[in-house]
T-cell receptor, first 112, second 112 residues
Framework: AQSVAQPEDQVNVAEGNPLTVKCTYS??????LFWYVQYPNRGLQFLLK??????LVKGSYGFEAEFNKSQTSFHLKKPSALVSDSALYFC??????????FGAGTTVTVRA | DAGVTQSPTHLIKTRGQQVTLRCSPK?????VSWYQQALGQGPQFIFQ???????QRGNFPDRFSGHQFPNYSSELNVNALLLGDSALYLC???????????FGPGTRLTVL
């Protein structure tokens, strides 16, 4: 069975400070990892993915994520957070099938 | 280029009734996946459709069924509604089953 853990329900940072949202995963075989963001009353928006190759993945809106195989982690990062980054963030994993499994989500609040 | 669209936006039903939700994939996409997102939780995979057939199913009862049409659009049907079926139902489309999925805004189902 595959699963995702997002250990922090909430992350609070000041605008301009670095932002990190943590994610660890469990899956059989090679992991395919994704980050999505959800704004209120909206669907999920794709941010970035890791399939293979470079462990540092760059995505939309200045976000990046680092894949760490030994720690089974895929943390989302942004060097300088904006108030507009305040939203609900989901990490997701897929193994060698079609099912995408999501974490419970982390609410990010960026204060001005 | 239209993204993923879903209808209706909101729906209120009573226990025991049946409901049909609709989804049109992003242009060029041939695969549709459905998810249930309960309040405060991450999306849960219901099933995926490709070439008009259910390709993989998550841990949902047979009351949940679907269909994919030749134009790749899809329907989710839920029979014998329970209070616990109240949730946001998300449709996602992709090109093939392994690429990143793009989500629609969702249908909010309330079962009274």
């Amino acid at each position: 069975a595959q699963s995702v853990a997002q250990p922090e329900d909430q992350v609070n940072v000041a605008e301009g400070n670095p932002l990190t949202v943590k994610c660890t995963y469990s899956v059989s075989g090679n992991p395919y990892l994704f980050w999505y963001v959800q704004y209120p009353n909206r669907g999920l928006q794709f941010l970035l993915k890791y399939i293979t190759g470079d462990n540092l993945v760059k995505g939309s809106y200045g976000f990046e994520a680092e894949f760490n195989k030994s720690q089974t982690s895929f943390h989302l990062k942004k060097p300088s957070a904006l108030v507009s980054d305040s939203a609900l963030y989901f990490c997701a994993v897929r193994g060698n099938d079609y099912k995408l499994s999501f974490g419970a989500g982390t609410t990010v609040t960026v204060r001005a | 280029d239209a993204g993923v669209t879903q209808s209706p936006t909101h729906l209120i039903k009573t226990r025991g009734q049946q409901v049909t939700l609709r989804c049109s994939p992003k242009s060029g996409h041939d695969t549709v996946s459905w998810y249930q997102q309960a309040l405060g939780q991450g999306p849960q995979f219901i099933f995926q459709y490709y070439e008009e057939e259910e390709r993989q199913r998550g841990n949902f009862p047979d009351r949940f069924s679907g269909h994919q049409f030749p134009n790749y659009s899809s329907e989710l049907n839920v029979n014998a509604l329970l209070l616990g079926d109240s949730a946001l139902y998300l449709c996602a489309s992709s090109l093939g089953g392994f690429n990143e999925q793009f989500f629609g805004p969702g249908t909010r189902l309330t079962v009274l």
